[in-house]
């Protein structure tokens, strides 16, 4: 014992008291799952539905360690048993519902998942709208405020996954409403982030329907009645094409967990490289449409101008959401003290992030090179290509991009709904104490996607509101993650760091509020038809 002593790494004044060892159990004895534990246990993969990490009856009490150690995740420095640090730290009580809810029932993720997931969310067919914000904005501030939007989000996702675990207490916050908790308070925080995060869930997943089902209907038009005859063939409506594409998602949406659809996120991130490259590729090879202007639109009033600009920033900031996954994405890896999960996760979002830049970047400003200040408002890119191209492009090529447009909105459905999967069975697991069985799982997901089915029967002209739902859901993206990291990590007062993320975060905030207010504008100016259950 006095040579383990000596070799421990501890103070002269400890060293007079050596550390009693614990006596070996029998093999025989059954311990009692235990409350909390300690964060390395804490951050172990789950693998199964158990509510708790260690109720493995067969799994024998960890020895008790020769030399008194701290987790390097914890601290980088081997303290002694007394000191002031170790005494700070807190056992992390574990959650029984996290073994049992969809996006941290498996913690089995990689970079690889992540990379796939983060690229599924991060293009969407709200890219080829960007297009249009150039019309406002011209040549030199497209650009430049395009640049800004990608290195500002950039740099905000890279906050949020640092942020996911804490180093002090060692809880991972795999949900962005859990650490929008801990940073605001619980009843501010339902303030400031349930609508937008509720909305960028279940707002996309109608948008998602509104696009799968109107593309799904125009390509079968064009391929039964394509060749210009007199069509025959009964013809579904809009309404029941929203319903076809509905049940798809619905169908889809059964897989159990977020993990469970890596494979449906690669083939949605596939798509939605594969319909942005042969759009604006296609776009520029047909050259530039006739009497094309690149003259920034300046119509009306000064204010109208100046909200028409606000609306067009509205448009940058929403093809650039998707920070509301950031958290549950990362929440599916397992991570420990010697690899955390900040590690695979950053690594994954740095690659997705370059082929989103591969995209967006010659998407907007290709499109906006052919089709200037012609491009339709409603639609973009895709919307263009129909109607300028439609008859000298292949038929064949075009009916692709279509395909492609619908296989991403149905895996796009599936990572949006996830969150709105995992709140729903939430108040199931904190009422009954118990997982969600398999027929009640299936049933609120279905109830969930015919709802937003319902929605976009409702309301078909969500997607014209493009730059008031990007400045609503901007402060998610670009303000929040400044002020979690200002109060969970407390840089230097008045350092760089400090004074980055307060400019960005007010910055944001106050962009937001302006956006808001330009979306409501140009919707009450233009005259949106509001043409409910008339899609």
């Not at 311990?31 to 909390?36: E, F, L, M």
Request: include cysteine; glycine fraction near 8%; hydrophobic fraction near 45%.
């Amino acid at each position: 014992m006095a040579d383990e002593v000596s070799s421990a790494p501890i103070t002269p004044r400890v060293s007079s008291a050596p550390i009693t060892p614990r006596p070996r159990l029998p093999p025989s004895h059954n311990p009692t799952p235990p409350v909390s534990c300690p964060p390395s246990q804490f951050h172990s993969p789950s693998l199964s539905r158990s509510p708790l990490l260690s109720v493995d009856t067969n799994i024998t009490p960890a020895k008790t360690p020769n030399r008194l150690r701290t987790p390097r995740f914890l601290t980088p420095l081997i303290t002694p048993l007394g000191s002031p640090l170790r005494k700070a730290l807190r056992l992390t009580k574990l959650d029984p519902q996290d073994a049992w809810l969809p996006i941290t029932e498996s913690r089995n993720g990689n970079a690889y998942y992540a990379a796939f997931h983060t690229l599924c969310s991060g293009i969407g067919i709200q890219a080829l709208v960007l297009p249009v914000a150039f019309t406002i904005l011209g040549w030199t501030w497209g650009i430049i405020c395009t640049s800004i939007a990608f290195i500002w989000q950039l740099y905000t996702l890279y906050l949020l996954v640092q942020l996911h675990e804490s180093p002090e207490t060692g809880i991972r916050y795999s949900r962005y409403l859990q650490l929008s908790n801990a940073t605001f308070g619980e009843k501010f925080s339902m303030v400031l982030t349930m609508f937008p995060i509720m909305y960028l869930s279940g707002g996309t997943c109608v948008a998602l329907i509104i696009i799968g089902g109107s593309t799904s209907k125009m390509i079968f038009d064009l391929a039964a009645c394509g060749a210009g005859s007199v069509c025959t063939m009964h013809k579904l409506t809009t309404v029941e094409w929203y319903l076809v594409f509905t049940c798809a998602a619905v169908l889809l949406s059964q897989l159990p967990n977020l993990n469970s659809i890596a494979g449906v996120s690669l083939l949605g991130a596939i798509t939605a490289v594969g319909y942005c490259t042969i759009i604006w590729v296609l776009s520029v090879s047909e050259g530039r449409v006739d009497n094309v202007s690149y003259n920034p639109v300046r119509e009306g009033s000064e204010i109208n101008r100046f909200f028409n600009i606000m609306n067009a920033l509205g448009i940058i900031a929403f093809a650039f959401r998707g920070h509301n996954l950031t958290l549950e994405i990362q929440g599916t890896m397992p991570s420990s003290e010697k690899h955390p999960s900040s590690v695979p996760m950053w690594k994954g979002v740095r690659v997705a992030y370059v082929i989103v830049a591969l995209c967006l970047f010659p998407l907007s400003i290709g499109g906006y090179w052919v089709y200037g200040s012609k491009i339709p408002t409603n639609g973009g890119m895709l919307t263009a290509l129909y109607t300028f191209h439609g008859q000298d492009a292949p038929k064949s090529l075009l009916g692709f991009t279509s395909i492609c447009v619908i296989i991403n909105s149905l895996s796009s459905f599936q990572i949006y709904g996830m969150p709105m999967f995992d709140d729903m069975e939430s108040k199931f697991t904190t009422r009954m104490k118990k997982p969600c069985p398999w027929w009640l799982r299936a049933i609120l997901r279905a109830f969930f996607g015919f709802g937003c089915f319902f929605s976009a029967v409702a309301t078909p002209f969500l997607g014209s509101m493009a730059g008031l739902i990007g400045g609503t859901a901007l402060p998610v993206t670009l303000a929040y993650p400044c002020f979690m990291w200002l109060k969970l990590k407390k840089p230097k007062a008045y350092g760089s760091v400090w004074w980055l993320n307060w400019t960005l975060g007010v910055v944001g905030m106050g962009l937001s509020v302006l956006l808001i207010a330009a979306g409501l504008y140009v919707v009450i100016e233009t005259g949106i038809e509001f043409s409910f259950f008339n899609p």
